[in-house]
């Protein structure tokens, strides 16, 4: 390594060191992580249920679900490593693989988005307790997301009641439409 390269390699960690995060952040950012991760899983779980019982549509609108939180997961670990801290992969619980029927599905996933909506609420809080406005600002992202995914997830809900058990394969047809024109909006 020649000297400008060990200044500049000197100077990335300095900066590191300066805006480290606080353990209580870097704690509940990788515990974030393994929600993410999990979300993931989750989603991809409902998918191959969804497949496997006709639900073309819905299976690849949780297929896209799970890529996007698979996405958030890892936002998750480069913010948390950028910002000195460590981030950990997690071991995974299995999730559930039985649905009683898609409005029950769709029902797990509003609460599992309502859940992550509370836990990046409450990272926020931590921010504002630890003083760190750079995360608090990082972590807006996701508070908005997580708006619009309650959004999108309560629309679906509100659509099924309206159908009830009747026309759902016009249902399934239309749900990836859906999602095509919330992400457009
Ligand atoms: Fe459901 O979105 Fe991740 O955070």
């Not at 590191?16 to 991809?44: D, G, H, P, R």
């Not at 309650?150 to 009830?164: A, H, M, P, W, Y």
């Amino acid at each position: 390594m020649n000297k400008t390269d060990a200044f500049f390699v000197t100077l990335k960690l300095y900066i590191k060191f300066i805006f480290m995060l606080t353990q209580m952040l870097e704690n509940i950012l990788v515990a974030q992580i393994e929600k993410e991760a999990y979300s993931s899983n989750l989603y991809l779980a409902m998918a191959s249920w969804a497949e496997n019982n006709g639900f073309e549509g819905t299976a690849q609108w949780l297929y896209l679900q799970a890529e996007e939180e698979h996405i958030h997961m890892l936002k998750f670990i480069t913010y948390i490593n950028e910002r000195g801290g460590k981030a950990v992969i997690p071991a995974l619980k299995q999730p559930p693989i039985d649905y009683i029927d898609i409005h029950d599905l769709f029902d797990q996933v509003y609460k599992h988005e309502r859940l992550i909506s509370k836990s990046i609420n409450e990272i926020v809080g931590v921010c504002m307790e630890e003083k760190d406005y750079s995360t608090s600002n990082w972590i807006q992202w996701f508070v908005n997301e997580q708006i619009e995914e309650e959004k999108s997830v309560k629309l679906i809900l509100d659509k099924l009641k309206l159908i009830g058990l009747h026309s759902l394969y016009l249902f399934d047809k239309d749900i990836v439409l859906m999602r095509n024109t919330a992400s457009k909006a």
